[in-house]
């Protein structure tokens, strides 16, 4: 059996989204949709992608899913993510505690806090 981690994505690794080749790439699979605890705020990076912060007050839960990434994969699908993401432990609302994609503060100060949708998806309008 290969080990794998669960990852928490949020936007264009999403399945439906074009970046989600990258955890297809690698075998990663599909585990379930979740939400995170509300402690994060949520940026557009240039509508490309979004990035996702977690802070000490207003934040709001997003919605994220969650994959199992093959160990020997993982740095792969990290190499591909866009500049100024990165991986740390994202708080889910059922008190799990999983790795994620966040984006980095300097990254989100520049751009268009979209945190009311609460979801990629509802912000693109990307529904499966």
């Known amino acids: 059996m290969t080990e794998t981690v669960e990852l928490a994505v949020n936007g264009g690794l999403m399945r439906g989204f074009e970046d989600n080749k990258n955890l297809l790439l690698v075998n990663a699979t599909f585990v379930r949709e979740a939400r995170t605890e509300p402690v994060y705020r949520?940026?557009?990076?240039g509508d490309r992608h979004p990035a996702m912060l977690r802070v000490?007050?207003?934040g709001v839960s997003i919605e994220v899913?969650?994959?199992?990434?093959?160990?020997?994969?993982?740095a792969k699908v990290l190499q591909l993510e866009p500049p100024g993401l990165c991986i740390g432990k994202v708080r889910l609302e059922d008190g799990q505690e999983v790795l994620g994609v966040l984006g980095e503060s300097i990254l989100c100060e520049q751009h268009k806090e979209i945190t009311e949708y609460g979801s990629w998806r509802k912000?693109?309008?990307?529904?499966l």
């Open 65 to 74: 899913e969650i994959w199992a990434v093959p160990l020997v994969g993982f």
């Open 56 to 58: 000490q007050e207003g």
């Open 123 to 127: 912000y693109t309008g990307n529904y």
């Open 42 to 45: 949520f940026f557009s990076i």
